[in-house]
């Protein structure tokens, strides 16, 4: 029997047409498994939330990412560029009080 497979944008398989009596066939089958699916749906126990504290050293970069602002509004805040922002984030170490500064800013 030929199939016909389909490719997705990213090169991979992710569709087969199937003759209709191979569907007939299969049909209960595979609303069976479709319905698992469902029941399923957005329990995936494989999935951890991300928690830049487990990837980011940088407490200037981690303070802003936890606060969900850009670099650019942050920047705007501290009234510096935001080239400034990059550089600390990339920086070693942070002094005290630039870390302060960056604090204070993100509180507003």
């Known amino acids: 029997m030929n199939l016909q497979i389909i490719k ?3 090169g991979r398989d992710e569709y087969v ?3 209709v009596g ?3 066939a299969l049909r209960e089958q595979i609303e069976d498994e479709l319905s698992i699916l469902d029941i399923h749906k957005g329990q995936d126990e494989d999935y951890e939330p991300f928690d830049p504290s487990d990837f980011v050293q940088n407490p200037v970069a981690l303070a ?3 606060a969900g602002v850009k670099q650019v509004d942050l920047a705007r ?3 510096v560029s935001q ?3 990059s550089k600390l984030e990339h920086a070693q170490t ?3 009080s630039a870390l302060k500064l960056v604090l204070d800013a993100l509180k507003r």
């Open 8 to 10: 997705g944008t990213d």
């Open 17 to 19: 047409l199937l003759p």
């Open 22 to 24: 191979v569907y007939e």
């Open 64 to 66: 802003r990412m936890k």
């Open 77 to 79: 805040k501290m009234d």
């Open 83 to 85: 080239a400034y922002i």
């Open 94 to 96: 942070v002094s005290e």
